[in-house]
């Protein structure tokens, strides 16, 4: 689908497994940005299981893609916060940054998305979460820009709209708007 090009137009492959073939998976999670890298993959990977139905497969391609963006590099992370930033925050960033996106494409992930985000942010304090909160009342720098083929633009439906006519041209059935396709 699309999601995988973009995010592979960004040099992280992404992967379909059977779900038992990966100890991650097994485990009970939905997918995974992995950081570790190698020859075949300089900067890391994607994994998903296969037996995600088409929505939910393009929600948790939406959190994997946040965090191969905003969590390849944790010492710049790290830097940025003035901090250590924990897995709690990281998660609740991702699947933030997840459900606004989603939203803007019009996947309805609420209840899902405030689930996982009331469970992953549970241990942090309050003035841990009021900054989280405040590091993006709007999307990272460039996120969107990057995810949506880089088209530069002051307006950002505007540009969302023009990444969606660049991706028609990358699309080999741009006219398929089933979910599979999505």
């Known amino acids: 689908g699309v999601l995988k090009q973009v995010s592979e137009n960004h040099n992280i ?5 059977e779900r038992e073939s990966d100890e991650t998976l097994k485990g009970g999670a939905d997918g ?4 570790k890298t190698s020859d075949e993959y300089p900067n890391g990977y994607i994994r998903l299981p296969n037996d995600l139905d ?3 497969k393009c929600a948790v391609m939406i959190h994997e893609m946040a965090h191969s963006r905003m969590h390849s ?3 710049k992370l790290n830097e940025k916060f003035g901090e250590n930033v924990g897995r709690s925050m990281r998660e609740t960033q991702a699947e ?3 459900y606004v996106v989603g939203k803007s494409f019009g996947f309805e992930t609420d209840s899902s998305s405030f689930q996982y985000i009331a469970a992953w942010s549970k241990g942090l304090e309050l003035q841990e979460f009021q900054n989280l909160l405040g590091s993006y ?11 949506i083929m880089k088209a530069p633009g002051k307006d950002m439906m505007n540009t969302l709209q023009r ?12 006219d398929d708007i089933s ?4």
Do not use: C, H, K
Request: charge should be negative.
């Open 13 to 17: 492959p992404v992967t379909e497994v």
């Open 137 to 147: 009342r709007t999307l990272p720098t460039n996120f969107l820009r990057d995810v």
């Open 96 to 98: 933030s940054v997840a």
């Open 73 to 75: 590099d944790l010492e």
């Open 54 to 56: 088409p929505t939910r």
């Open 179 to 182: 979910i599979p396709n999505v």
């Open 32 to 35: 995974y940005f992995s950081r």
């Open 163 to 174: 990444g969606v006519l660049t991706l028609y041209g990358y699309d080999d059935m741009a």
